[in-house]
């Protein structure tokens, strides 16, 4: 997938399930997500402060107690699952939105742009990486390009266009933060 996208979306089907993708994007997120929460305080492009939250007294586990620690844990996780589900449906919609306006009318339907964007998130999994990350994370765009591309049979120009305005704003959170 990350050596030869193109060959890996070509062998996708455009019809098939949202299972295997949306399990695919959740694992990737799941395991960057909290060693990207880990490593922000070392990243000299990241805010400061790190994603750790600060406000949060050291002992605080200790004091509330193991039970009430770890269901607050639990509680926090849940959220951060449920979010990542929303954000992939909600970045997959926006993303057909691009779609349907560039495709001229010639696509392969959502589930298509779905399982595009749902495995470009392989990109995320070296994402978390200091300052290397933001190249993954332009990487997952490329890959995005390719898999709208491939799957939809969509002109390089205009897979282009689709996947423009998320790499403009990504490139301008990237600039907001330098």
Not at 141 to 147: D, H, I, K, R, S
Request: charged residues 10%; proline residues 7%.
């Amino acid at each position: 997938m990350m050596v030869r996208p193109k060959s890996y979306f070509r062998s996708i089907d455009q019809r098939g399930g949202f299972a295997a993708p949306l399990v695919f994007a959740l694992v990737c997120s799941a395991i960057s997500a909290p060693l990207g929460a880990l490593l922000a305080p070392y990243d000299p492009l990241g805010p400061r402060g790190g994603a750790l939250a600060p406000e949060i007294p050291a002992g605080w586990f200790a004091e509330t107690g193991a039970v009430a620690g770890a269901l607050l844990v639990l509680f926090v996780a849940l959220v951060v699952l449920l979010l990542l589900l929303l954000g992939i449906y909600v970045g997959a919609g926006i993303c057909h939105l691009l779609v349907l306006l560039f495709a001229g009318g010639r696509h392969a339907g959502f589930n298509a742009t779905f399982k595009a964007y749902a495995y470009s998130s392989a990109a995320s999994l070296l994402s978390w990486v200091p300052v290397a990350g933001y190249a993954a994370s332009l990487y997952g765009l490329y890959l995005l390009f390719t898999g709208l591309r491939e799957l939809h049979g969509m002109p390089p120009p205009r897979a282009l266009l689709a996947v423009a305005p998320l790499a403009a704003l990504q490139l301008s959170s990237l600039a907001a933060l330098l």
